[in-house]
């Protein structure tokens, strides 16, 4: 078999580009594997005229097209969010960091739109809320609307899902684990300049609410429930753990970066997933410097 070549995809004749596209949909898996290859060869530019093949009537043609476009996009995004992790502070934007790294996964989700969706959960309860009245009345008020109202739940069946991880999917799905549902109640809270930062506790993750009449911890995981600073010491010395006030610190938006690749690590290495552990090694590496 004869494939075109060229120095890029761009240098490709259409007659060439046509000869690739009919050879990728060949039922030979062989053809198929050196067409697919040769066509990875050319570099992203090559998705400009492999796009439109997404939509073919050829459902074979369309499938392979869609993944090769893909492949190139997760390369994009998965450079983005590295990029990311190697030039942000500890006080990164925690939102775009989350939903970057949502895309190295995803890489066609609409980032915009789930931004937009918080906007709206925010400006929905701005309407509901006498913001200077009673802070414990404030947060019964989002509880009520995120975890009742909206349906946002801890995802206790199948906690090691990473659907339960990406903020796409928790948006998308309305569960998650504790990390993700906090980071829910985060982005939502400081869109309404609430008084809220995350803590991450050993085996846990919750919001702390601290203004100059109340601290109070918020297990979004458990639909918001309200905890005592003796709550979270009796948490953390029911795991055998010790408990110092250290445990209650805020964590900069780079250590929750940090914390949530480190658990999707954790889940990738125990789904045997040795390309997804290598991506998420580099993102640790990344965030750790």
């Known amino acids: 078999m004869s494939l075109p070549t060229a120095k890029s995809a ?63 996009a997760r390369q994009d995004a998965d450079t983005q969010f590295l990029t990311f992790c190697l030039n942000q502070g500890e006080d990164s934007d925690l939102e775009q960091g989350v939903l970057l790294l949502a895309r190295s996964q995803y890489p066609t989700i609409n980032v915009e739109a789930y931004s937009a969706l918080l906007d709206d959960f925010a400006g929905e309860l701005r309407e509901r809320l006498d913001l200077n009245g009673p802070d414990e009345q404030i947060l019964r008020v989002i509880n009520e609307y995120l975890f009742r109202e909206k349906r946002f739940s801890g ?56 203004s100059s009449r109340l601290e109070i911890y918020v297990d979004a995981f458990h639909g918001g429930r309200l905890l005592t600073k003796g709550d979270c010491v009796k948490h953390v010395l029911q795991l055998r ?39 998420l090694q580099r993102y640790l590496v990344a965030l750790a410097k």
């Open 10 to 72: 761009g240098e490709l004749e259409e007659k060439h580009q046509r000869a690739l596209i009919s050879l990728l949909a060949d039922d030979d898996a062989r053809v198929y594997q050196t067409v697919r290859e040769t066509i990875l060869s050319y570099g992203p530019s090559c998705s400009d005229w492999m796009r439109e093949h997404t939509l073919s009537n050829d459902p074979v043609l369309r499938r392979r097209a869609s993944e090769i476009v893909q492949h190139f």
């Open 155 to 210: 995802d206790e069946q199948n906690f090691y899902d990473p659907e339960n991880v990406y903020f796409n999917c928790v948006l998308d799905r309305r569960v998650g684990n504790p990390i993700a549902l906090s980071l829910l109640y985060l982005l939502v809270g400081r869109r309404l300049r609430l008084p809220l930062a995350g803590v991450g506790l050993p085996g846990h993750f919750l919001c702390r609410y601290q």
């Open 241 to 279: 753990q010790r408990f110092d006030d250290s445990c209650l610190d805020p964590v900069s938006a780079r250590r929750i970066l940090l914390r949530i690749c480190a658990q999707l690590h954790q889940v990738y290495m125990q789904q045997k997933s040795p390309a997804q552990v290598e991506r």
